[in-house]
């Protein structure tokens, strides 16, 4: 469950300051802002592992024995997706930066060094628009899964939140 919404608010984090970076007018202010862009999606990758371990080893909650077919087909393909997107896009950044011959610094406390691939800054801004674009799929996953969630909540009232929240009453 911490891990859920951990991963979360990472996404969102993430959303936000590329936003910010976007609208800032200075290049030098707009990479300094995205250095917490590439060290939350670091994060988010180890985090995204931890999970897939977590659901891999038993800890995994199963769906509610309540819900339609068509809404597990949908929660399936859903999570699978953000998983994919959430190993994926970190990788991708990763590979973009080290076409730029750059490290990832993460916090400050470490670097990631490029990985052994020839610097081509071509390559690298068209990687950066792909991942983009991936990073849209990913918010309209994220739109869709709390559109689910307020399904579950408002109109079924099934109290299906609560399988991931610490508190109230998870049914099914």
Request: charged letters at 15%.
């Amino acid at each position: 469950m911490v891990l859920h919404w951990l991963i979360a608010a990472g996404v969102i984090a993430n959303w936000l300051i590329r936003r910010t970076a976007k609208a800032t007018e200075s290049e030098e202010a707009a990479r300094a802002i995205m250095s917490n862009h590439f060290s939350i999606g670091v994060t988010l990758w180890f985090l995204a592992i931890a999970l897939l371990v977590v659901h891999f080893t038993g800890g995994k909650a199963p769906l509610a024995s309540h819900l339609a077919t068509w809404e597990r087909w949908l929660a399936r393909i859903v999570h699978t997706l953000f998983f994919i997107l959430l190993l994926v896009m970190p990788f991708g950044a990763w590979s973009a930066m080290s076409q730029y011959g750059a490290p990832i610094s993460v916090f400050g406390l470490f670097s990631v060094p490029p990985l052994p691939m020839e610097v081509n800054p071509e390559a690298a801004k068209a990687a950066f628009e792909q991942h983009g674009q991936a990073g849209v799929i990913l918010l309209s996953l994220l739109v869709i899964h709390v559109l689910g969630t307020l399904k579950h909540t408002v109109l079924d009232k099934d109290g299906n939140l609560f399988r991931m929240l610490p508190f109230g009453d998870a049914k099914g």
